[in-house]
């Protein structure tokens, strides 16, 4: 990401070039094996991001809430999964009314709770996937008991047309092979107890952004990665983004400066704070691989910045990976968008705050 | 906090009781320690919260950048602290010299190109305070290096008021009276450099919200806690605000359970996903004090649930005390005031975001 001059840090910047080649790596790398492309929102929140991934030919978009939902239907995405386990009363089931009206909608379920609770509030013959932990240990069920969950589902009304899981679990360093091959070893058993429930599951989605390129078709037919759009730092870590396909960044200023060290003005109020147990730092500079960005504060990163040459000048605008592109995202009301290292657009992240 | 019926969750609330006692027991112990108040609005970044921070006897705000503080003047508060080394260049020269117009303003310097550049963009005269490493290692120069940078400042026609320091050093269990007191003998040693280069340090400004109440008068002669006005996980864990104290929570609503764990829909997309080394998890639960936020992402909050007692079903609404309540308000656009159980108002978090 080459950084336009007189940018006002901090502040997030698009590369629209590397963005664009992103998208349509995945999207070829989708079609070669013959699954459905129906990339994450959750990632961008930004409709124009959702129109260039609709294009290069995703079927659809995943979102995780109903809000979300309701700006990307409303920003013209006819076809949408809610993929989470929602937790639907009066109020939210007659959002979830609403949407159907407009738009191609469906929900994930993992408890027959939860499915009558969504048949009631949001009408019958609703399209559910039901969720399933591959591993990740944070819902869904295991897949011995999807039969039961969609037994349960289409006795309360709903349509259930198949099984998703996020194999989260590969987001470890090494992690993304077996966490690959979890999720279609699931995915094939949760099917098979859905056939035993006579019930298809003609969908069967799953993929992340590390375990994309180890999805192959037959038992998956849908994936969902989200982070490719852009990578981050944690994907390069992981291996599964290259420095060159880094497509977002935080440009942020040098504020301060003592020998091999550096503080920018891009603190956790912009990168945001996660940090994984193994990662090295809180985000990446892709202008300098041996740097680490050692503490964050709200509006403070402290870089170590290791080396023979001098940390640059107060003044000098760097650019940061963070480690996690969805909560950077979610944390700015817009993306600089550049090409050549000039400003070309400006885009709202329209369902920035959308969680409910 | 009391949490009413009907909220569409995951949302933030906040106990106006529980808010308001907060803030007229900090106001207390600084008037009777004679200390002026000056707290830092980046925790709540709200016009309202402000309005009752000057009504109690706060002297003026703390701000982090420009544009918090374009907010705050806009919404009225006339005399404002930017506790920061800020780089300015023309363009934010320019909004400090429009800023100059509408309120009485102070600045943080912490070299003498900050202060160039300072002096140059914003004007002559501006009134500056020379930032002071207390031990938290993050910007401010040693104690024996402020004479300097404030001749340097004073030279480049700025007029310098004192010195600051942020003792963070004491975010860890145990830590706060030793931080309090490296805070108040490097402010000490700062003021008598100064005083060595002619410049007399009326303002030595300290304080955060664990070292507050072991600040006495004398050195010190201001405060600028933030997180006291709500409290937090990090401060409950840290035994500077106790659970009766919590005025904010985030409302979550189980969406998955199995024994011994739920799952809310409060991830950290509301949470934030602060987790220094020493904490227990990702938040507390005023409602559970054995409850432990073991996992979080974007829209899930894992919550391990000992005791003999069921988790709750699903659908409850539970109250998610975050880590760090700074980065929680500044991904909310609002917050929903509740006294008793009930909501009696919504408000903005008018400077969310306000980050350049």
Known sequence: ??????????????????????????????????????????????????????AAGAVGLTVATVAEAEVFVGAGCADVFVAYPLWVDAARGARLHALRERASLRVGV????????????????????????????R???APA???????????????????????????????????????A?????????????GIPASVRSGGSTPTAALTTGGTVTELRPGVYVFGDAQQLELGSCPTS????????????????????DAGSKVLGADRPAWA???GRLPGNPDARVTALSEHHATVEWPGPDDPPDRGTVIAVAPNHVCAAVNLA???????????????????????T
């Not at 502040?11 to 699954?35: I, K, P, Q, S």
């Not at 289409?154 to 091959?181: C, I, K, M, Q």
Request: with cysteine; proline share 4%.
């Open 1 to 54: 990401v080459l950084l336009p001059d007189g940018l006002v840090t901090p502040c997030l910047v698009v590369d629209l070039d590397a963005m664009d080649a992103n998208l349509a790596a995945m999207a070829a790398a989708a079609r070669e094996r013959g699954l459905a492309l129906r990339p994450h929102a959750k990632t961008h929140k930004s409709p124009e991001i959702a129109r260039r991934q609709l």
């Open 110 to 137: 993992d408890s027959a709770e939860g499915a009558a609770a969504l048949a009631r509030h949001a009408g019958r013959d609703l399209e559910v996937l039901v969720e399933i932990d591959s591993g990740h240990h």
């Open 139 to 141: 819902t869904g069920v």
């Open 145 to 183: 008991d999807a039969g039961e969950v969609a037994r349960a589902a289409a006795g309360a009304g709903l349509r259930v047309v198949g099984v998703f899981t996020f194999p989260g679990h590969g987001y470890a360093p090494g992690a993304a092979a077996h966490a690959a091959a979890d999720e």
């Open 185 to 197: 070893a699931a995915l094939a058993a949760a099917a098979r107890t859905l056939a035993h429930a």
């Open 245 to 264: 396909a880094l497509a977002l960044v935080a440009a942020g200023t040098v504020v301060a400066r003592s020998p091999g060290r550096v503080v920018l």
């Open 280 to 282: 090295t730092g809180f």
């Open 333 to 355: 009301d817009t993306l600089t968008v550049v090409r050549m290292g000039e400003i070309v657009d400006i885009w709202p992240v329209s369902a920035r705050g959308a969680n």
